[in-house]
């Protein structure tokens, strides 16, 4: 089976195609990318949970004061 640009497998022939489309489109087989992203999702949230006991509360003020600042920033006029 050929692999796509992202390395996923695809059916060579368009008939095989079309089964794996309709196959996804109507949950029979799970799109690969959505697998491998919703690994990295819980593996994010995994690693934001262990930052987050491990900050104390001053690092969290200054963390959120900053993020703060960075939202009410004026945007930069990009003519020129």
Known sequence: MPKG???EHRPADLIG???KVMR???GEEQDEREAASSAAVQLG???GAARARNLT???RAEIARKAAAG???T???KRG
């Open 5 to 7: 640009p992202r390395g």
């Open 17 to 19: 195609a079309a089964v």
């Open 24 to 26: 996804i489109a109507t």
């Open 45 to 47: 949230k995994l690693g």
């Open 57 to 59: 509360a001053e690092q």
């Open 71 to 73: 939202r009410w920033r």
């Open 75 to 77: 945007p930069v006029d």
